[in-house]
């Protein structure tokens, strides 16, 4: 981790700020690099050109999920608001561009405190900053961290909640493997502690067309996000490749109800990081997504599975996305 103790953002936001450092960037790289098929984690997508980027595939018409997951929450936060109660602190993973929260914050009652977790530092703040505008009342405590490692919440002074959420939206869950998502949810209950709640964004298996298209948009910005990961090992770590000898690709894998995400060698070619050079032949891929589709009853078995008890489900009328409530008992 590149830093580990709180440092002052601005006169009003604390920053937890547990950022892995460019190192972790290049061990990760280097595994991934060195593994067959060749493999890059998708966390490291998120520096500041790769929220950006992410924030402008929010925007497209083939990106159903955000749209269709805000139109749910749009329409169901008053019933979120109540299952959840008064004097909630929210803790959101991969708080982004913070859109989705303020639906359920202006729904809730008297909302204790608001902690956004993300990786990517400098969004995260921008973020947190605008809620701090818009909701002068609430107290916000911002970490950045990679929330696949283990990191405490932040203590807030002054406020005493009624219960901890989580929230997860944006489909992220579906970045991890089945037993990967089981895991993180199992830490996230632990993290959250006893009389939690989590209410959990899930998309769901559909035409692949739909899901092909959403993952490999006309206008190109999907493929500028995936390739932002060369561009990150280029700037970060000084890798020498070729930019324009990969292309974007995303595929249904209907065996494993997941889209893939890949990076394409158009030619055989060499990625140079360091000492360390990675041959690739004309055609291989660098997988860098996953992006696993849950059926409603799969992804409440797999929440039973984390020791999460599956609670209320609300889905739009086309049933092509889910947002569910689980309680820790
Ligand atoms: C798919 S985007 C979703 C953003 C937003 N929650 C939404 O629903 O639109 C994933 C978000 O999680 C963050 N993220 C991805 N992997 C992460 C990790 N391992 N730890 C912390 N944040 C991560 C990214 O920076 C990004 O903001």
Same mark, same amino acid.
């Given at each position: 981790m590149a830093r580990s103790a709180p440092i002052l953002a601005d006169s009003t936001l604390r920053l937890h700020d547990l950022e892995p450092s460019s190192e972790e960037f290049r061990r990760a790289a280097v595994a991934g690099l060195s593994a067959s098929p060749k493999t890059l984690p998708?966390?490291?997508?998120?520096?500041a050109e790769g929220s950006r980027l992410f924030d402008a595939i929010c925007e497209l /018409?083939?990106?159903?999920p955000t749209r269709t997951e805000l139109a749910i929450l749009r329409r169901n936060a008053g019933a979120m608001a109540e299952a959840i109660g008064p004097e909630a602190r929210i803790v959101e993973f991969g708080?982004? @561009?913070?859109?989705?929260?303020r639906l359920l914050l202006e729904a809730?009652?008297? /909302? @204790?405190a608001y902690v956004p977790v993300d990786i990517s530092r400098e969004h995260m703040m921008a973020a947190a900053a605008g809620l701090a505008a818009d909701f002068p009342r609430l107290r916000i405590a911002p970490v950045c961290a990679d929330y696949t490692q283990p990191f405490g919440l932040p203590s807030i002074r002054g406020v005493t909640s009624r219960a901890t959420v989580g929230f997860f939206p944006g489909?992220?869950?579906?970045?991890?493997t089945p037993t990967e998502a089981v895991a993180f949810l199992a830490r996230a209950r632990r993290l959250l502690g006893p009389g939690s709640m989590m209410l959990v964004g899930v998309d769901v298996p559909k035409d692949p067309h739909i899901l092909e298209a959403a993952y490999d948009d006309a206008a190109g910005v999907t493929a500028a996000f995936n390739r932002n990961l060369l561009v990150r090992m280029q700037r970060e770590l000084g890798a020498r490749l070729d930019l324009d000898g990969f292309r974007h690709e995303a595929r249904w894998c209907a065996e494993r109800r997941r889209v893939e995400m890949h990076l394409v060698s158009l030619a055989r070619q060499e990625i140079v990081i360091g000492p360390a050079r990675f041959p690739l032949a004309r055609g291989e891929t660098i997988h860098t997504e996953n992006s696993y589709k849950y059926a409603v009853p799969e992804f409440r078995a797999l929440a039973g599975r984390s020791g999460w008890l599956p609670a209320e489900v609300w889905t739009d009328p086309d049933n092509l996305f889910s947002v569910h409530l689980l309680r820790s008992g």
């Open positions: 998708c966390k490291f997508f998120y520096d /018409p083939e990106y159903y708080s982004g @561009a913070g859109i989705k929260i809730l009652e008297r /909302p @204790a489909s992220t869950i579906g970045n991890f």
